[in-house]
């Protein structure tokens, strides 16, 4: 039996019905599916990296930029939800500052020169993938939820905040994990 079928068997009709089914949280909505741009890839850090760090208790994130001189091994990162080539054709709309792009349910923006952010693409007021960069912020077109580079909510359709991820970059790859 469907959700429409049974929301039908219970008695719904009418706008009542379509309310009841847009409300329910879809697994399209939900789930986060790693995905690998191709091109070539570098394993070994030699310029700046930057990575955010978020307290879902708190809702506290901070973006962090370090510069390696060791350099950081990106092929030991865990948890990888994305990575990206940064020279890629589908890069291009990362290279200018307060460019982003939106794949598997992450939003990736330069939000400085060399600095990424990368958060969820389901906004959290309702859990629709509508969450873009806008300049400065995170926003979501559904319904004008606001979200700092934080994740923190700016007005109250963004109260309960974004999933931020952590990001490392070695200048020409892009990682964003878990």
Same mark, same amino acid.
């Given at each position: ?8 068997s219970?008695?719904?009709t009418?706008a ?5 089914l847009? !409300? ?6 939900t789930?986060? *599916?790693? $995905? ?6 570098s394993?070994t #850090? @030699?310029?700046p ?14 973006p962090?930029?370090?510069?390696? !001189?060791g350099?950081?091994d990106?092929?030991t990162i865990? *948890?990888? $939800? ?8 589908? #890069? @291009? ?8 792009l939106?794949?598997s ?10 600095v ?6 389901t906004?959290?007021?309702e859990?629709?993938?509508a969450?873009?960069f806008?300049?400065?912020e995170?926003?979501?077109?559904q ?17 309960r905040?974004?999933t931020?991820?952590?990001v ?6 892009l990682?964003v994990y878990?």
């Amino acid at each position: 039996m469907t959700r429409y079928d049974f929301l039908k068997s219970m008695g719904f009709t009418g706008a009542a019905l379509v309310a009841a089914l847009t !409300s329910c949280v879809r697994d399209e909505d939900t789930v986060v *599916n790693a $995905l690998t741009i191709p091109g070539t890839q570098s394993t070994t #850090a @030699t310029t700046p990296s930057t990575s955010t760090t978020t307290s879902p208790a708190s809702g506290t994130t901070t973006p962090t930029s370090a510069t390696s !001189s060791g350099g950081t091994d990106l092929s030991t990162i865990k *948890n990888r $939800l994305l990575t990206i080539d940064l020279n890629s054709s589908v #890069a @291009t709309a990362l290279k200018p500052v307060g460019g982003y792009l939106a794949q598997s349910g992450i939003v990736v923006a330069q939000v400085s020169t060399g600095v990424y952010v990368a958060v969820t693409q389901t906004c959290s007021h309702e859990p629709k993938k509508a969450i873009i960069f806008n300049k400065t912020e995170f926003y979501c077109t559904q319904h004008g939820a606001r979200f700092d580079l934080t994740g923190k909510g700016k007005n109250s359709f963004g109260s309960r905040g974004l999933t931020v991820y952590k990001v490392a970059t070695d200048g020409t790859t892009l990682v964003v994990y878990s």
